[in-house]
């Protein structure tokens, strides 16, 4: 008798236990999947300036680029320090968008300046910070990210 309740509590701990674990995981999940961010793309996140957003030069763009171990086909990757660069365009009065100055390299935690105070731009001018990254070993098609911004 005492065996078979000794081998009833051992049962009973091993499913409280079971339970205790997966309802860790279901109300606190470990991991956050950064790539339905609005403000980033695949683990790709930019803290500032967010979308649609007024600008003025300089203009400072923060951000981070934390690849994502769930998705690999949805995963901005790093290569020796580098994630990727980062474009201005500006839409040359509704004839189509075309690239200012040089792209500019980015790595894991960021902070961009791009100034162009001196170029006298229309007041609303759209433009937009077109990210690239950086994919050596070409196995899919490099990502990309627009953020949308307006002078």
Not at 7 to 30: D, E, R
Not at 81 to 109: C, H, L, R
Not at 116 to 125: D, E, Q, R
């Amino acid at each position: 008798m005492k065996k078979l309740q000794k081998n009833f509590l051992w049962f009973l701990a091993g499913i409280i236990a079971l339970l205790v674990l997966v309802g860790g995981v279901y109300v606190y999940p470990k991991t956050t999947d950064i790539s339905e961010i609005v403000n980033g793309k695949c683990g790709l996140v930019v803290s500032s300036p967010l979308l649609n957003k007024k600008i003025t030069w300089p203009l400072v763009i923060k951000g981070t680029v934390v690849p994502q171990r769930q998705n690999v086909e949805c995963s901005w990757q790093t290569f020796e320090g580098v994630s990727g660069t980062a474009q201005v365009y500006m839409d040359d009065n509704k004839q189509g968008w075309k690239p200012i100055g040089n792209p500019t390299i980015f790595g894991p935690n960021f902070s961009i300046t791009f100034d162009y105070t001196k170029m006298n731009f229309p007041a609303n001018t759209l433009f937009k910070i077109v990210f690239t990254e950086e994919n050596p070993a070409v196995i899919r098609t490099s990502l990309i990210f627009e953020l949308p911004l307006a002078l």
